[in-house]
């Protein structure tokens, strides 16, 4: 039996509709043609996709696994979103809820290669706590103002500072100018109070152009890079991976959309797949519209690829939630706070360091 | 006056909320955080986003429209898709609908290079008719079958020939063997018959492998490619537009439903500004689900940028629609029947003529 990929569609339909549409699903995923001009046999037995199961949801949606041909995706990230999604994304009553991998697909995409692990390390950052990250913005400030907000902001103690995802190669700062002057302004804060924080560039232009921004940044000493999947494209995160054995990612949601592909398979599997050691996501109760339990699915589904992705919620947290989330997303986390931070202004660093306090001394009540 | 990109957005909200809702939108889309902790008067007044209307549709939805700084995103594309839309995709109730670009932007996105009339030469396709296309498929097959399908299609008298999208560099039909034994036959009916047709085949993989793809195709003396830009990376497209000027490319819009982008957008106007020459698109009453305002708009969009990019309508049409699309359309399209041809089996060159002659022939009402 040739090995296939499971996908999992929630459909929008009627009870009598369903099976002619889940049929319909699994020729448009595969080989998008009348099955009855396929003279083929292997074709038709081995390629074409197979329904699997139909679940009524009783919400007016239904739950179709289809099999689709891992032989059409090999290792390539570009087929498994094509294969998977590529034209059924232009139907609105289907949403991809899931996808399941067979075992010669899976040694194809290993995940994350430093995870957890070596993001600790990067940070120096002891097990049992979670992480915490904060964000260099707005953009439009010049690169010697980004430096200095990120001195005050690692005299807080963080773990990693990531550059705001708008953050490219402008010239308000570019690229080679930010990351030189933040590497350096974060050298002399360690240099100064022996605290050590990471700090992330975020990524930009074509695979060239990222390419040569994280041969800068690894000139410059640093060790972790970010990079937003959906728009830099799910190959190019793959090709830096592969080209930068020593480099840790971070993954960015932007335009990863909130109602077409689930976010705990798109953030939760699909980036981690792609070789992502750390998912930003926007958490429940912010100004996104995830439900916790979409958020405690992602972050187990990141944690268990791999070397395991570490979760990082974001998305407008405020210092008073610390708790809250610590308890719901257990210490192998990253809590990702930039705006509220920033709000405190010239009490910058203070806030910063009861943020960092406030993770170091939480006693997990093992929610998650 | 700092240039700003109008970006248009349509916003599920109610009359009381829809105010704040907007300017959350504008930070959301600029600076991403507090504006209240924004010290910098430049940033404040030149980078964050700025409510320039908002109108009630009458069905529950705002049309919102919000100045987002060009400096921002300058020439590149990830950075366009990001800045419009990055963040808010993540939010259930926005879609970006519209994008229009100042004078400094749109001279860094000129959009197609060759457009229409390089379509035509390639194909030697009179002005004054629509151009034809039909596809290869299904995957699975092997390259030497795919090119007899080639040659029994091109028998047919199309203009052109794409590769399925699904079709990448698998095991079943690698993309160099596929291409080699498609372009192989093609030539062989051209000498035989006259009859010239070119072949697009499908690109895949990271950048570095689709730039072999298409280095391979041109010393195959093919001129004209296809890619899914928002599987491969918009980024990707403008790299390939640039490194091969003597290329024509086809966009896929493969994937690009996820995201919430209208699609007289995102294909009528986005894949056209990253260098796409033809766009392939789900007309209007087939298996997708796109209005015939909405493919009409797509069509006159794509049309007006740069060299004039080919709308491609396609996606389950019969060769019975033939005459009402090519009226509804006008001449400056290519349609494209796959497997509406494929059925046909044994009878495939008789109907692939059929199709083209009835194109050739069509006498245009002009209702386009």
């Known amino acids: 039996m040739p090995a296939r990929i499971e996908a999992v569609y929630l459909v929008r339909a009627t009870a009598e509709s369903i099976a002619a549409r889940a049929r319909a699903i699994a020729v448009e995923q595969s080989v998008e ?15 074409v996709g197979e329904v699997r199961d139909i679940a009524d949801r009783g919400d007016g949606c239904f739950a179709v696994r289809i099999g689709l041909a891992a032989e059409t995706v090999e290792g390539d990230a570009g087929q498994l979103l094509n294969m998977a999604f590529g034209n059924s994304s232009l139907q609105d009553d289907v949403v991809l809820a899931d996808l399941v991998l067979p075992e010669e697909t899976a040694a194809l995409f290993p995940g994350p290669r430093h995870g957890v692990a070596g993001l600790r390390a990067r940070a120096g950052a002891p097990r049992g706590r979670a992480l915490t990250c904060s964000a260099l913005k707005p953009q439009g400030m010049t690169a010697p103002a980004l430096a200095a907000l990120a001195a005050r902001l690692a005299r807080g103690g963080l773990d990693f500072i990531k550059d705001d995802h708008g953050l490219a190669d402008q010239r308000a700062a570019p690229y080679a100018r930010r990351v030189a002057a933040c590497a350096a302004a974060l050298r002399a804060v360690a240099a100064e109070t022996g605290r050590v924080v990471a700090y992330v560039p975020s990524l930009s232009g074509d695979l060239d152009a990222m390419r040569r921004q994280v041969a800068l940044a690894r000139d410059e000493g640093i060790g972790t890079v970010m990079l937003a999947p959906m728009i830099a494209g799910v ?3 793959r090709a830096l991976v592969a080209a930068f054995p020593d480099m840790a990612f971070f993954a960015h949601p932007a335009l990863g959309g909130a109602a077409r592909i689930a976010p705990e398979l798109l953030i939760g599997k699909l980036f981690p797949w792609f070789g992502a050691d750390a998912v930003i996501f926007p958490t429940h109760g912010g ?6 339990e979409t958020c405690r699915r992602l972050a187990a589904s990141a944690r268990g690829i791999g070397a395991g992705a570490v979760p990082v919620p974001a998305g407008g947290i405020s210092l008073a939630r610390t708790a809250e989330l610590l308890d719901f997303y257990g210490p192998e986390t990253m809590l990702l706070i930039g705006g509220s931070l920033l709000d405190a202004k010239a009490g910058l660093t203070a806030e910063t360091e009861r943020f960092t306090r406030a993770v170091a001394a939480h006693a997990y009540r093992q929610e998650a």
Chains 1, 2 share one sequence.
């Open 33 to 47: 043609m009348p099955l009855s001009a396929i003279e083929d046999g292997r074709v038709l037995r081995e390629v």
């Open 235 to 237: 190959t190019s995160l």
């Open 287 to 292: 100004r996104f519209g995830y439900s916790a």
